[in-house]
């Protein structure tokens, strides 16, 4: 851990969310926070530290598997493309 990571100071209560995510404050109390909101205070303790417990990101897809990843049925003499090069009988050597 460098000298710097250890001074660093957790966001307060009043501050600005500056990464979607859940915080987790002194008390353990854990908290789902967008981005541009700002950090609450609690109703015991007043103003608070929080830290980011889980990354929350969005991976722009609708639960469905992207198509790109799915297998095709090649239409076009799918076949050959199944069989191994040396199985073709038709070379130059077979014609002599």
Excluded: C
Excluded at 22 to 28: D, K, L, T
Excluded at 53 to 62: G, I, P, R, S
């Amino acid at each position: 851990m460098s000298n710097q990571e250890k001074h660093r100071m957790e966001p307060l209560s009043g501050e600005t969310v500056e990464a979607d995510g859940v915080y987790r404050n002194e008390w353990g109390r854990d908290e789902q926070m967008k981005r541009g909101e700002t950090f609450p205070s609690d109703p015991i303790l007043g103003s608070t530290e929080w830290k980011q417990v889980e990354l929350d990101f969005d991976n722009h897809h609708d639960g469905k598997t992207d198509p790109r990843l799915v297998p095709h049925d090649d239409d076009d003499n799918s076949e050959a493309h199944m069989q191994h090069p040396r199985r073709h009988t038709t070379s130059n050597k077979n014609k002599e």
